[in-house]
């Protein structure tokens, strides 16, 4: 029998550190090995105990969390869990916790805390089950999100929609999308982007990267055309599809069931390119927990499309990248740090290039 994974829990409200104590010891395979009430507390119980997941919360007193986290994935890099709350600040400071390593985060409810975390148990297992196995690196200096920034965003000089990027992602993809995007030129064809991820935290996520990047992010709405330059965000609410009016692509909003208990889901997105755009598009599958996109990437494939899966070796977690390529869906398969150019260059195939 294999060892269980062993969790410390760090978090300043002792109902919240019994409720997370529940939940993680009623798996057969995760037990609390330790909780801390705060990062000082926090710092000689993982040095004693070398745990194999943090749950950590966003906002302690002494020490906020962020400040914690920076240390450890200097120090000591370890899988963390950000426990964040619902607010527009919250939010903010989990995509910043996700910056600095953070592997994934789950949402504090807002009110009858130890009913509703209840409700939220069998996703925190699997949350920290994955990041149990995920890849996380030291951190080597502090992640500058001004870097790269544009200040004046420039018309984009490629003009035709005719091409078309989807990309998925889930644990680990907000800063392996990040990546993605801050490598490619203003005037890249449109960008269609589901990545796993609560309503609240759409809007900030998009908001972060449009201040990163050469082109234009933000989270996709209902009906708009889908146009050079601009990169669209599924928000959290809905499924992203792509859909053509006459020779337009736009932007479609479903906010009909989970599909892999995901909404947004890749499968939804890419399924809906490779009807709608099929040979003039390329896709990503990049890092994630579970199998959504998988089948949509063999559809793109089998449409004409051409489609990259990121290699096991850069994700933080080799779950959704993998079901793909296990489906012969992944044309290539590409570290983290190549995705971007093979776009561009398949992007360019048989029509101006475009610059980096």
Not at 16 to 24: C, F, G, H, K, T
Not at 132 to 149: F, H, I, N
Not at 164 to 170: D, F, P, R, V
Not at 211 to 226: L, P, S
Request: neutral net charge; glycine residues 8%.
């Amino acid at each position: 029998m294999s060892k269980p994974i062993r969790a410390v829990v760090v978090d300043d409200s002792a109902l919240m550190r019994v409720v997370l104590r529940e939940i993680l010891n009623s798996a057969p395979d995760i037990e609390v090995a330790g909780v801390a009430s705060d990062p000082f507390n926090a710092r000689q119980i993982i040095r004693e105990l070398s745990p194999d997941v943090i749950t950590l919360d966003v906002e302690m007193p002494r020490m906020n969390g962020l400040d914690f986290l920076e240390k450890l994935m200097r120090l000591k890099p370890t899988p963390v869990v950000m426990i964040s709350s619902l607010t527009e600040v919250g939010s903010d400071i989990t995509l910043r916790a996700l910056e600095l390593g953070a592997v994934d985060f789950v949402t504090k409810p807002k009110a009858d805390l130890q009913r509703s975390m209840l409700d939220y148990a069998e996703t925190l297992i699997e949350k920290i089950r994955a990041a149990s196995r995920a890849r996380v690196r030291r951190l080597e200096s502090p992640p500058d999100v001004q870097t790269g920034r544009i200040a004046v965003k420039t018309p984009p000089q490629f003009f035709s929609t005719e091409k078309l990027i989807a990309i998925g992602a889930s644990t680990g993809g907000t800063e392996a999308i990040r990546e993605v995007l801050r490598s490619l030129p203003a005037d890249t064809p449109g960008i269609l982007i589901a990545q796993h991820m609560p309503e609240q935290f759409t809007a900030g996520f998009a908001r972060r990267l449009n201040e990163q990047c050469r082109m234009v992010v933000k989270e996709a709405e209902h009906g708009e055309r889908v146009l050079p330059g601009y990169a669209y965000i599924a928000p959290g609410h809905s499924h992203l599809k792509l859909k053509r009016s006459g020779a337009n692509y736009l932007c479609e909003l479903d906010c009909g069931e989970k599909v892999n208990h995901h909404r947004p889901s890749v499968d939804v997105l890419f399924n809906s390119v490779a009807r709608t755009a099929g040979p003039n598009a390329v896709a990503a599958l990049l890092t994630g927990m579970g199998k959504d996109g998988a089948l949509g990437m063999l559809n793109l494939r089998q449409s004409g499309a051409h489609t990259i899966g990121q290699d096991e070796a850069t994700c933080v977690v080799y779950g959704m990248p993998r079901e793909a390529a296990m489906l012969g869906a992944t044309e290539l398969v590409l570290p983290l740090e190549q995705i971007a150019s093979q776009l561009i260059t398949w992007i360019n195939v048989g029509q101006r290039a475009v610059r980096i």
